[in-house]
Each structure stands twice: as C-alpha cells, then as structure tokens.
C-alpha cells in the first residue's frame, strides 16, 4: 500500500510527459521565433537607424498599437503617418534627410479613436505634421459596425507575452497549424538554423512574410527589408 501514491505519480508523470514535452518544445519555439519578446524590448531595441528588426507575430495578437506608442513617447517625432493601411508604405526615407518622420500606421482604427490618440500622447508633445489616411467607412455613420468596441486603454496596457491564457491559446494554435501544415517547411528550417538575413524578426509571420519596420512603416509579403 505504501508504493501507492508513488505508482500513481508514475502513472501521472507517464500520462503528463507528451503534452509537457509539447509546451516545451513550444515555448522554445515561439521563444526561437521571437513570438514571446515583450512588445516593449521590440519597439526599443529597434528605433529608426538602430538595429535593423520587424515585428509579425502569428499565435500572439499582434500590438501595433503599443509598438508604435512606445516608440512615439521615446522619439517624439516631427512627421507623423495615422490611418488605415492606406498609410502603411510610407517610409522615412520618402521625406527630406532630418524630416524625423514616424510611420504610426493602425494605430487609429476610426474617427473617434483618433480623440483616444491625442489624448494618449504626452502633455508637451506635438508633430509638426500629420498625414491622415482614413478609410471611407470612417466618416459615414451608417457605416459604423454595430456594437464594436475599440478598447484603447486595455491594448495599451496589456502585453499579451506576459499572459499566461494568451501562452495557453498560442500553444492550442500552434498545434492546430502543424497539424493543418499551415507553415512551410522552409520557416521552420530558417527558424531553427537562426537564418534572419541580418534583420532581427520578432513572430513567425516576420520569418515569412511581412511585418512592422523600425520606422513604423509595415513590410509587405516577401519583399526586401533595407537597414531600417
């Protein structure tokens, strides 16, 4: 009788190793992919003219919104790009040498989260300039998707890399995608083999396919990344 408990945590531990094994062969994976760097190292680590990076998260909510107000409250820049993804190809070397332009592209999704916008940045900061690119949707009422809730303040404060429930769901998604074959073989080989091509990518997207550049500005599909 004395062997009981020790035959049950046997028996536990031999039921438990798969999915043990599996959380941690993922989360050295999304580790190894850059999914689970904190959103606050990507948006620092990468200013304009600082090391080349690109930020694409795949089983992780993407957090533009924190990337780029993270980077606006260090930089402060003169030019500023808001809007859609009408704006999102504008890039700093599109402007005069010493524009100091910013590429905050998603960051507001309609009319009235630009008021939440303003009211985010810093007392005594302003731009010089701002170019607006709006969807047409934006400013016509009848539009308006009914009982959408864009939760401003909650995006700004939560960081989805440091919650728990969000690992548990990237774990969930990760395994249906290896399951359906949804990413190539080749992403994973230049994943493990740490082939970034000398720019630091942060989510799986990043290794793949597009993503959110130093300057703000987002890389479209499989195009190349200059050195910011």
């Not at 990507?42 to 909510?61: K, Q, T």
Request: with cysteine; charged share 25%; aromatic share 12%.
């Amino acid at each position: 009788m004395r062997r009981a408990p020790y035959l049950f945590l046997l028996k536990a531990a031999a039921v438990m190793s798969p999915v043990l094994l599996f959380i941690a062969f993922s989360e050295a994976f999304l580790a190894m992919s850059g999914e689970t760097t904190p959103i606050h190292d990507v948006a620092l680590r990468h200013l304009p003219g600082g090391p080349p990076g690109i930020y694409s998260p795949m089983f992780f909510g993407s957090q533009s919104r924190r990337l780029h107000l993270e980077r606006i409250f260090r930089l402060r820049p003169k030019v500023l790009a808001l809007g859609s993804s009408r704006v999102e190809r504008f890039r700093e070397e599109m402007f005069a040498p010493g524009a100091d332009f910013y590429n905050a592209c998603q960051t507001i999704r309609d009319v009235a989260s630009l008021r939440d916008f303003v009211n985010s940045l810093p007392p005594d900061y302003a731009p010089q300039a701002v170019l607006i690119g709006v969807d047409c949707w934006w400013v016509n009422r009848a539009a308006q998707p009914q009982d959408a809730l864009d939760d401003w303040r909650n995006e700004l404060r939560r960081d989805d890399t440091q919650i728990a429930n969000a690992h548990l769901m990237a774990f969930q998604n990760l395994a249906d995608t290896v399951w359906q074959r949804d990413i190539a073989r080749e992403t994973y080989e230049r994943i493990f083999a740490r082939d970034d091509g000398g720019l630091k990518r942060y989510g799986v997207s990043a290794w793949s396919e597009g993503g959110y550049r130093n300057d703000g500005s987002y890389q479209p599909l499989r195009r190349q990344t200059a050195a910011n």
